[in-house]
């Protein structure tokens, strides 16, 4: 499999560095990440963290090999993944923490999986329809054979000079409205909840800004996620200043609900954000888990 430039800040952890203690929001292989379930519990310990949570997209293929070397490592990891909605405002994420994966969710998510699959070929070939140089061979080559995604059509379009950068190839071809997007299934929000509560998860809204709202409309929405069963709000997001942070962390706490964080690393698709610190400053600390934890009271929770 080929990779971008391995050599960027977000594959290099500063040695002794301590800038947070857990990071709930880390990608690998099995979804659109570059690094393996194993090489992100390594870059978590020599970041000095004392857990994580392996949050792929639509999946938890990567769980079990990251289970293993987290406790060869001595990390505590959530079991988690990401979860595709939708809402009538956009697209939502929603975290899954502590995820059992019981008949009901996985055959949603072996849903996404496949729906996934199907845009990744309309993609490839709508492409290669206006002229670009991608086959979507070298897009499941690029992903190494597990799961793929837009950040793998995009190395791939960088490397046969389509694009300049991955976020380029995004910004031209790859976003939602570029020529080269296609849509994805997606669940409704309080389906996603209702889906994580059975199998003893906790559900969490990921990177919130991303949706675009006003802040009272994003006030609306998280008061209506909250009555659904929502457990958290991603306040301690990788890319978000302080002061967004404290805003949203505040958001969380007037609905009750317990403000997680993390990194969102993806590797070398996302330079700039490294496993626990983010663009540098992230800090979640492990008290936030501890609360998640007691809140959810579940057997998989308490055992994390």
């Given amino acids: 499999m080929h990779r971008p430039d391995q ?10 560095s301590v800038a947070s203690v857990i990071d709930l929001h880390l990608h690998s292989v099995f979804s659109d990440g570059s690094e393996t379930p194993e090489r992100i519990c390594e870059l978590a310990a020599e970041a000095g963290l004392s857990g994580i949570a392996l949050t792929d997209h639509d999946g938890t293929g990567g769980i079990e090999r990251a289970r293993v070397r987290a406790g060869e490592l001595g990390l505590r990891l959530v079991p988690g993944c990401e979860v595709s909605c939708q809402t009538e405002q956009g697209s939502l994420h929603m975290l899954c923490y502590f995820n059992a ?13 496949a729906d996934r699959s199907a845009r990744n070929e309309q993609m490839a070939t709508k492409m290669m329809e206006l ?3 991608i086959t979507y061979e070298e897009v499941i080559e690029e992903a190494g054979g597990k799961g793929v995604g837009r950040p793998h059509f995009a190395a791939v ?15 031209r071809y790859l976003g939602r409205g570029a020529p080269g997007y296609v849509n994805k299934a997606r669940l409704a929000p ?23 709202l006003e802040r009272s409309d994003l006030e609306q929405l998280v008061a209506e996620l909250a009555e659904d069963g929502l457990f958290g709000l991603e306040s301690y997001y990788g890319r978000y200043d302080p002061e967004t942070r404290a805003e949203l962390a505040a958001l969380a706490r007037r609905h009750g609900l317990t403000p997680t964080g993390g990194s969102d690393f993806h590797g070398a698709y996302k330079p700039d954000l490294a496993v626990g610190t983010g663009t540098g400053d992230l800090e979640v600390p492990d008290e936030l888990l501890d609360e998640l934890v007691a809140r959810l009271g579940t057997p998989a929770a308490r055992g994390a």
């Fill in 7 to 16: 050599g960027n800040r977000a594959l290099r952890q500063p040695a002794g």
């Fill in 101 to 113: 994966v019981d008949d009901s969710f996985a055959a949603e998510l072996d849903r996404l999986a």
């Fill in 131 to 133: 002229g670009l140089p």
């Fill in 157 to 171: 379009l960088v490397r046969n000079g389509a694009a300049d950068s991955i976020q380029d190839a995004f910004d």
């Fill in 190 to 212: 309080a389906q996603a909840l209702e889906l994580a509560a059975g199998s003893g998860a906790a559900g969490v809204l990921a990177h919130p800004l991303s949706l675009g």
